[in-house]
Structure formats: C-alpha cells, structure tokens
C-alpha cells in the first residue's frame, strides 16, 4: 500500500520562503506523475505544480516565477520550493502521486498547513 507523507510547512512572513518535501512510500515503482495542491478555508483544492516523471513541470500562473517543483524519481520524493510567498499562498498543501503501473491509482496526503503572515 502506497502512503504519502508531506512536511514542511509552517509559518511564515510574506516574502519569505519554505520548501515542502512529499514522500511516496511503499512501493519500488515510480510514479508516472506527482503535484502539489493546496485548499484554502472555504475554497476549492487547486493545482498547484506538477512533474511528468522526473523532468517536465507545470505550474499554475499564481505562483510561476516563485515556486519551483523537483523530485527524486528513484525514491518518489517531491519537494516544493517557495519564495516570495504571499498571504494568499496560505492554505493547506497537499501531495499527490499516480501510478500507471504496479500499485496502480493515485494517492494523496494528509497535507501540511502553509501560513503567511503580512
């Protein structure tokens, strides 16, 4: 059973920075795709970054220039590295892996709590 574990988060000033780490454990397959989402209170979860394999990333338009997304393949650990962050970054970060083969599906964590403070 695959589990996935996020850390990192915590509080912090507007323009600072933080970096998430995700891990995928439980299997010796890599994941096809792993991203970062994120939930603010009384919103909608949204995307965040995500990484095809180990080399093509995506990021949505609120944090492109800020944020960078990046993975060790072999040991399906994702990290998230953001600066500059803004009051509006603040929510909860969630971390979600997709298989295509062997433990097929996606999986998610129980996020971390991200808090920026203006």
């Known amino acids: 059973q695959v589990q996935v574990v996020e850390s990192g988060g915590g509080l912090v000033q507007a323009g600072g920075s933080l970096r998430l780490s995700c891990s995928a454990s439980g299997t010796l397959i890599g994941a096809k795709t792993m991203a970062w989402y994120r939930q603010a209170p009384g919103k909608q979860r949204e995307l965040v970054a995500s990484?095809?394999?180990?080399?093509?990333?995506d990021y949505a338009d609120f944090v492109k220039g800020r944020f960078t997304i990046s993975r060790l393949y072999a040991k399906n650990t994702l990290y998230l590295q953001m600066n500059s962050l803004k009051p509006e970054d603040t929510g909860a970060y969630y971390c979600k892996a997709r298989f295509i083969v062997g433990p097929s599906g996606t999986y998610w964590g129980q996020g971390t709590q991200v808090t920026v403070s203006s």
């Open positions: 990484i095809l394999n180990d080399d093509i990333t």
